[in-house]
């Protein structure tokens, strides 16, 4: 029997064992190890960090430097507790904690730099974590973004996800797509999430702001996902500076809930849309702040498509970014109304993709698409969209069904 207690606002699942899911970042996250004397795990809360690591690792000591007494330790002398404590290795959850840590990693793994995969190094708060690692750590440490679940990572496992809708609709953190096997509701655990999140973490993060405030910043993202940013109508709508605004939305892409996705220049004589488009990362939060609460009710609801885009859109790029670490992703739109959804650079070649919510095999989107590619010289172009099959559409340009494009990327 699964029984749930709540701890703060975030709910925790006692039964024997949590649900556990294979990643895919695993192979890359041991070649880091393999290639680094530490590895950083970056990620949202509750995004799987630790479940990833203590999997991977499992012969390192593991510790929470949120912890009280931990943390008062550590606080104390850091360099004596990591050389006390370090055996085979460390996992060191929530690092950014403990600010003072960095320079006493530093200097341990300096004592013996070809011990590689020491320290594995995992927080939730890219800004402080990023410039603590650039200051402290810089070429002694591999870097792990870790997302939330891919619908490949989600039909395996103890729980399967053999429904992507499913996923689509709960989004990709691993209690939240869980929570209908445990006898409980998406939404409450999102709810708690946002809850801890406004009221705990964001001023940890410097942001003292009224957490209604921050609620109704994020519903007004929610509502314009994935349109162009227009921060100075989003500052009048909530009576704030653009700046303060726009730091705002700085401090939400640095922890990982909204994408900024930025337009592709190249100079070819055509006017071009310069405003990125904005996200939020996952549908399971963007729902929740709907009050979108089932598959019916999201079938109906203007947001539909825009959150389809999101869902097939970030799905791609978790994959992408552990197939190829080093690729960019950009929008393309000309003032003339040319536009892409998503543009995957990889060194000098781009891939091309677009996104629709129902079947799309129509000559005059397929033609559109041979002009863009003629634009932007990207070398492919692909339709993805919910009907099945894949059908060739145009020299270059695919259609393919995203339920059997789940492990799909463009050809290199």
């Not at 959850?93 to 594995?120: C, S, T, Y």
């Not at 939730?124 to 870097?143: F, N, T």
């Not at 702001?209 to 109508?233: E, F, I």
């Not at 939060?285 to 498509?305: K, Q, T, V």
Request: proline share 5%.
């Amino acid at each position: 029997m699964v029984e749930e207690i709540h701890i703060g606002y975030i709910q925790i699942n006692t039964s024997n064992k949590p649900d556990m899911y294979p990643r895919l970042c695993t192979a890359r996250l041991r070649h880091l190890a393999s290639q680094f004397p530490a590895v950083l795990i970056l990620g949202a809360r509750q995004v799987g960090k630790t479940t990833l690591a203590r999997q991977t690792f499992s012969a390192l000591t593991y510790l929470d430097l949120e912890d009280h007494a931990t943390h008062t330790l550590f606080a104390e002398d850091p360099r004596f507790q990591l050389d006390a404590r370090a055996g085979q290795g460390l996992i060191l959850d929530e690092a950014q904690r403990l600010p003072p840590l960095f320079d006493a990693l530093r200097g341990a793994i300096d004592a013996d730099r070809q011990r590689m995969g020491r320290f594995v190094i995992l927080g939730s708060s890219q800004p402080s974590l990023v410039r603590q690692v650039a200051e402290s750590l810089a070429g002694r440490v591999g870097i792990l973004e870790l997302s939330p679940l891919t619908v490949q990572e989600a039909a395996t496992g103890d729980a399967p996800i053999t429904d992507y809708r499913q996923l689509w609709l709960c989004g990709g953190y691993p209690d939240a797509v869980g929570a209908s096997s445990r006898g409980g509701d998406f939404r409450d655990w999102w709810e708690a999430y946002l809850r801890t999140y406004v009221e705990r973490d964001l001023p940890v993060l410097g942001v003292n702001a009224d957490p209604l405030v921050m609620r109704k910043l994020l519903t007004m993202l929610a509502h314009a996902q994935g349109g162009l940013a227009n921060l100075s109508q989003f500052a009048a709508a909530l009576g704030l500076s653009q700046p303060t605004v726009a730091r705002y939305v700085d401090i939400l892409e640095q922890s990982f809930l909204l994408r900024r996705l930025p337009p592709y220049f190249r100079n070819v004589g055509k006017r071009l849309v310069k405003a990125p488009k904005l996200y939020l990362r996952d549908t399971g939060l963007l729902h929740h702040l709907l009050n979108i609460d089932s598959l019916d009710a999201l079938g109906s609801h203007p947001i539909r498509g825009a959150s389809w885009e999101t869902f097939v859109l970030e799905d791609l790029l978790r994959r992408e970014a552990i197939a190829y670490p080093h690729s960019v992703a950009h929008f393309w739109r000309t003032a003339g109304g040319a536009e892409v959804d998503l543009l995957l650079q990889r060194d000098a070649r781009l891939h091309a993709v677009e996104i629709k919510t129902a079947r799309a095999s129509s000559p005059y989107l397929a033609r559109g698409l041979r002009a863009i590619m003629e634009d932007t010289g990207a070398v492919s172009a692909t339709i993805l969209d919910q009907g099945a099959g894949t059908d060739p559409l145009a020299p270059g340009v695919m259609r393919r069904g995203f339920g059997e494009s789940v492990s799909w990327l463009p050809a290199a």
